[in-house]
């Protein structure tokens, strides 16, 4: 499962770009990684890992602006079209999982 973390945040006051840094570098801190400017994308193998990332992003808030936070299935994921320019490229793959026995 994914985990997007999508904001728009003011940055047009010296506060409000801090706020809009820690939030960001807090997202990078957990695991988070940029998909596009303002979008970030972790990947959780449970739910029970989702709802604890989820609990840390609620931590992370900033006080001003939007944030959205949307869960999507690998298969849905793997729907997803990304174009560079009028190319197009694949999807990123889940990262390998460590599988003990």
């Known amino acids: 499962m994914w985990l997007f973390a999508m904001f728009d945040l003011p940055v047009d006051k010296p506060e409000l770009r801090r706020e809009y840094a820690q939030f960001r570098a807090a997202l990078l801190k957990q695991g ?10 972790h990947y959780v193998a449970s739910e029970d890992s989702e709802e604890a990332l989820r609990r ?12 959205r936070i949307v869960s999507v299935t690998d298969r849905q994921f793997e729907k997803m079209e990304v174009y560079v320019g009028k190319k197009r490229k694949p999807a990123e793959d889940p990262p390998m999982q460590l599988g003990l026995f």
């Open 32 to 41: 988070f990684t940029m998909l596009q400017y303002s979008v970030y994308v």
């Open 56 to 67: 840390k992003v609620h931590g992370a808030l900033p006080s001003h602006g939007q944030v």
